[in-house]
């Protein structure tokens, strides 16, 4: 199984022509195995780095089971925290759409926070003075979840309702990450995602 492979660099600050620079380097590979992406792991803790180490499963939305990922890792007594999160924009909509995800949010006892875009133009229906006409076809609104919690079946049943309007996944990120850690998150981590590795001078 091989995986995308994202390494950034801590930042490096230099001084030319009397000014000041900071220079952001980031490294991108693809098709890398799990025991090569340990390796590196390995090799950057060795070298005094503190490694940060995020999971993004965009790419492989469809094998990807927040669920299962999550069951293994309080098996295995590790801690995390589990977001919800929307995809392909699926959090956008008229107000119609963002209100019935709204509202099966609500029954569940989660937080949001809803944003409007009103474009006011000669084919827009909305004038803003006119409150009635902010909810027209031309509106669009955007819904952000506040969903962060120590196990992911806490939303389970909500993301199980959400899909049925819209697009959810969930993000994982451990308390810690050591190389134990690690290799057991890439044998549950489907082909396809994407491992960031960001690097910090300890």
């Known amino acids: 199984m091989t995986y995308q492979l994202t390494i950034k660099y801590p930042k490096l600050e230099e001084r030319i022509d009397e000014k000041d620079s900071v220079t952001n380097k980031k490294e991108t590979m693809t098709e890398i195995p799990k025991e090569e992406i340990l390796e590196l792991y390995q090799e950057f803790t060795r070298a005094g780095y503190a490694v940060k180490v995020d999971f993004k499963t965009e790419n492989a939305f469809d094998e990807f089971d927040v669920f299962q990922t999550a069951h293994i890792l309080e098996t295995n007594g590790i801690d995390y925290k589990a977001t919800l999160k929307f995809l392909d924009k699926t959090n956008k909509g008229s107000y119609d759409t963002i209100a019935t995800i709204a509202g099966i ?98």
């Open 105 to 202: 949010i609500e029954r569940y006892g989660f937080d949001y926070t809803v944003s409007s875009k009103l474009p006011i133009n000669e084919k827009s229906e909305i004038n803003f003075d006119k409150e009635d006409t902010w909810f027209g076809p031309s509106a669009q609104y955007t819904l952000t979840p506040s969903i962060r919690v120590k196990s992911a079946s806490e939303f389970k049943s909500l993301a199980e309702e959400l899909s049925q309007h819209a697009s959810v996944t969930g993000i994982i990120k451990t308390k810690q990450t050591d190389d134990q850690i690690l290799y057991l998150c890439l044998d549950h981590y489907p082909a396809g995602t994407e491992i960031i590795l960001t690097l910090k001078l300890a």
